[in-house]
């Protein structure tokens, strides 16, 4: 069973950048046609999908985020990362990389929790 | 803009009795090329990741117990569990799927004993 693990600074200041990685282990990103994703959740609130990437395809993004966002694959380290620009308070999360399949999403990583707080 | 809302909230229910948890999309999550509803739920409990149960609205994943099932099409989706155990005790999501690639979640259901 594959494995994801999220990894990044847990404090970003106000207006500053995110930007987390995800560390696949028991496959490969570049298997198949399999895409991989991220997803928050703001603490005590909801889910909320934040866009998926592919190493021959996408990536595709939340419309509410795509002008901040960015997720990318380095084949090499088998990671894909996730970057988030000119972050809020309203960023602050747990964020989660996750495996989507079937339309949703099968495989999830821990999450790590990221503040964004002067 | 595609909304998902669950009822209720909240639900309390009794050790072996059913439990039922609603999702209404505000457009139909029906395929009609592949006659597939693409709905799926999740199980998440306090410090855990969310835990995908099924899958295309009916489809339950390996390991889940059968007392979960997932029913509905188009914009109207159930989840029950039959016999509430202990260990159900969670916040359960339901999440649909749209072209050209979006996901989008419900607000959750608090389940307790």
């Known amino acids: 069973q594959p494995q994801l693990r999220e990894s990044g600074p847990g404090l970003v200041k106000p207006s500053e950048t995110l930007s987390l990685t995800c560390t696949l282990s028991?496959?490969?990103?570049?298997?198949?046609?399999?895409?991989w994703g991220w997803i928050r959740q703001p603490p005590g609130k909801g889910l909320e999908w934040i866009g998926n990437?592919?190493?021959?395809?996408?990536?595709y993004y939340n419309p509410s985020l795509k002008n901040r966002v960015a997720i990318s694959v380095d084949m090499s380290r088998n990671q894909f990362s996730l970057t988030l620009t000119s972050v809020t308070a309203a960023d602050t999360a747990v964020y989660h990389c996750?495996?989507?399949?079937?339309?949703?999403?099968?495989?999830w990583g821990q999450g790590t929790m990221v503040t964004v707080s002067s | 803009d595609i909304e998902m809302t669950q009822s209720p909230d909240s639900l309390a229910v009794s050790l072996g009795e059913r439990a039922t948890i609603n999702c209404k999309s505000s457009?139909?999550?029906?395929?009609?090329?592949?006659?597939?509803?693409?709905l799926a739920w999740f199980q998440q409990k306090p410090g855990q990741p969310p835990k995908l149960l099924i899958h295309?609205?009916?489809i339950r994943e390996s390991g889940v117990p059968d007392r979960f099932s997932g029913s509905g099409s188009g914009t109207d989706f159930t989840l029950t569990i039959s016999s509430l155990q202990a260990e159900d005790v969670a916040v359960y999501y339901c999440?649909?799927?749209?072209?050209?690639?979006?996901?989008?979640f419900g607000q959750g259901t608090r389940l307790e004993i």
């Open positions: 457009q139909s999550v029906l395929d009609s090329s592949t006659n597939r509803n693409y």
């Open positions: 028991g496959d490969s990103l570049n298997s198949g046609s399999t895409y």
């Open positions: 996750v495996r989507p399949v079937n339309h949703s999403f099968d495989i």
């Open positions: 990437t592919r190493y021959s395809g996408g990536p």
């Open positions: 999440q649909r799927y749209s072209y050209p690639h979006m996901y989008t």
């Open positions: 295309w609205a009916s």
